[in-house]
């Protein structure tokens, strides 16, 4: 992947389908600080495995979290353990999953906190991901509904 593929949902967010092993270099040519792998390890024969991953983005002098999600399976002690990986590093961050989805979702619940629900569907929107179905959520977890 090349760092024209990691798609920025905030000043200080992207998110990307998998990484490959020349990816964490490129991330950090990028200004990308921090990594986090939401891939849980084993979901496809083609992935890089959380120590693999995590090796590649420190020998790219990049910061490293793993917090797997499984699809579907998004609930409040995940979006915590990602919340805390993002305030434990530096940003700019970058966040991947298989195609990214998983990822930009818990970048979407993790800022429904302090930004307008609906500009953060609009913002994942204009990255390539349809976050519209999970509007209502978010403006719960804003405290508009």
């Known amino acids: ?18 990484l490959g092993t020349e990816d964490f270099a490129a991330a950090r040519a990028a200004g990308i600080r921090t990594v986090i792998n939401n891939r849980p390890d084993g979901e496809a024969p083609d992935q890089l495995g959380d120590a693999e991953a995590r090796a590649l983005a420190e020998a790219a002098g990049l910061a490293y979290a793993f917090v797997p999600v499984t699809t579907g399976s998004i609930g409040p002690d995940t979006v915590a353990a990602f919340a805390a990986a993002v305030e434990r590093n530096l940003g700019p961050y970058l966040a ?7 990822s930009c979702h818990m ?8 930004r307008p629900p609906q500009e953060i569907v609009e913002a994942a929107a204009a990255a390539g991901y349809d976050l519209s179905p999970v509007l209502p959520v978010l403006r719960r977890l804003a405290g508009e509904g």
Do not use: I, L
């Open 107 to 114: 970048w979407a619940f993790m800022a429904a906190r302090r």
């Open 1 to 18: 992947m090349h760092e024209s593929r990691f798609r920025q949902v905030a000043a200080d967010f992207f998110v990307a389908p998998q």
């Open 96 to 102: 991947y999953c298989r195609s990214g989805t998983r």
